[in-house]
C-alpha cells in the first residue's frame, strides 16, 4: 500500500513550462499557416480579377448562389403564409 508521495516542485513547472512553450509554437504556425493561406488567395484572386474581370470570382459566386436560393426559399415560405410549422424540410444544401 502506497503511504506517501513526494514531488519536486521545480520538475511540475519546468514540464508545464516546456508544455506551454509546445502549445505556443503550435498556435504560432496555425496562425502562420492561416495567414499564408490567406495570402495566396486574396493574390489569386487578384490574378482572376486581372485576367477575369471583377464579376467572376468562383469563391463569391457559389456563397452568393445560395444566399439567392435560400432568400427565394424565405420568400417563398412568407408568401404561403406558413406558420413556420406547417412545412417539411427536404435536403439542405
Keep these: 500500500m502506497l503511504q506517501s508521495v513526494v514531488v519536486d516542485g521545480n520538475d511540475i513547472l519546468v514540464s508545464a513550462k516546456e508544455t506551454s512553450q509546445i502549445s505556443l509554437a503550435r498556435m504560432e504556425a496555425r496562425e502562420t499557416a492561416a495567414k499564408t493561406k490567406a495570402k495566396r488567395e486574396e493574390e489569386r484572386v487578384n ?30 415560405r412568407a408568401s404561403k403564409g406558413s406558420d413556420g410549422g406547417s412545412y417539411q424540410l427536404g435536403r439542405i444544401c
Excluded at 463569391?60 to 436560393?69: F, G, I, Q, T, Y
Design 47 to 76: 490574378q482572376l480579377k486581372k485576367v477575369r474581370g471583377e464579376k467572376w470570382l468562383p469563391s463569391v459566386a457559389s456563397k452568393m448562389k445560395k444566399e439567392k436560393s435560400w432568400e427565394e426559399w424565405q420568400k417563398k
